[in-house]
């Protein structure tokens, strides 16, 4: 259903300052994205460049590898070793969690 513009102002000014906290978070999160994204590409162009020719194999398992463990790191010490509260930052099932602890001997 489509709402006229009157409508649409009348929410957009009962509840501007909600979406502007919101906004700016999205605005962070973004820039941290962008931040991350960043990050990546020239780790990637530093790897392609350093194969001097060689062909690449198995890149994505090895970015994520490179990446995962750390992330994981991180979030752990952000919640101090609570992996139920680090699964759901990471958006994971807490036996996934643990299974990938495993794998990166965390645990």
Request: aromatic fraction near 6%; charged fraction near 25%.
């Amino acid at each position: 259903m489509r709402q006229n513009g009157w409508c649409m102002t009348c929410m957009a000014r009962d509840h501007w300052p909600e979406q502007q906290e919101q906004q700016s978070m999205k605005t962070q999160t973004i820039q941290d994205n962008d931040h991350i994204s960043q990050s990546v590409r020239q780790a990637m162009e530093r790897y392609f460049q350093d194969l001097d020719g060689e062909a690449p194999c198995a890149i994505y398992n090895m970015v994520l590898a490179c990446v995962e463990r750390p992330l994981i790191e991180v979030v752990l010490i952000h919640t101090e070793g609570n992996q139920t509260k680090a699964a759901e930052l990471l958006g994971l099932n807490r036996n996934t969690l643990r299974k990938k602890m495993k794998s990166y001997d965390l645990i």
